[in-house]
């Protein structure tokens, strides 16, 4: 309001400011919300977010948030909402994570001896690691792991027995005879 004289009496006449811009009110404001909303947060990233957030819903009313009072008071109650509906969200979760068992259920690794034969196979060529899993532990007969690999019976069967005698070698694997 400004005040004006005429002819001695004093009138009043009401001055009407253009609502300011909203880029203006960003730049003018968004570092002073992100400052105030990490020192209630005590997380910057968090901060940013809720404050990008209410600086957006502020975007997208801006025709009437603009004509308020104090569009930034505005902005601010809105960020200040959202960090507190992330805060009981993450208090809800907490709560319900502290109720949950605390004991996990526990399965046993593999044992001592599996680990050794894992380790001896990856010693082997690729070729023979190969039939020696396919033919030992996925059962596959050797005419199909033949197939499979594109070669004839007879290789997979030596390279089974080659497979076969390197393992040995390095478990240290002998029968009542001294041989493999």
């Known amino acids: 309001m400004t005040a004006i004289a005429s002819h001695g009496r004093e009138a009043?006449?009401?001055v009407h400011?253009?609502?300011?811009?909203?880029?203006?009110?960003y730049a003018a404001h968004y570092a002073d919300l992100i400052v105030q909303l990490y020192a209630y947060f005590g997380d910057r990233q968090d901060a940013h977010d809720v404050v990008q957030e209410a600086f957006?819903?502020?975007?997208?009313?801006?025709s009437s948030v603009s004509r308020y009072d104090d569009p930034v008071a505005w902005i601010r109650r809105v960020a200040w909402n959202l960090a507190v509906s992330?805060?009981?969200r993450a208090r809800t979760a907490l709560s319900f994570l502290g109720r949950q068992p605390r004991i996990e259920p526990r399965?046993?690794?593999?044992?001592?001896e599996r680990v050794t034969l894992v380790a001896a196979l990856?010693?082997?060529?690729?070729?023979?690691r190969r039939v020696m899993v396919l033919h030992y532990m996925a059962d596959m007969p050797v005419a199909e792991i033949?197939?499979?690999?594109?070669?004839?019976v007879g290789t997979v069967k030596s390279w089974l027995h080659?497979?076969?005698a390197a393992l040995a070698a390095r478990l240290d694997m002998t029968d009542s005879f001294g041989g493999a």
């Open 122 to 128: 990856g010693t082997l060529p690729d070729t023979q």
């Open 146 to 152: 033949a197939q499979r690999e594109g070669v004839a």
């Open 162 to 164: 080659r497979g076969r």
């Open 12 to 14: 009043r006449i009401a």
């Open 107 to 112: 399965s046993e690794g593999p044992d001592p």
């Open 86 to 88: 992330r805060w009981r």
């Open 56 to 62: 957006y819903r502020a975007l997208v009313r801006w």
């Open 17 to 25: 400011h253009d609502p300011p811009s909203f880029d203006d009110v």
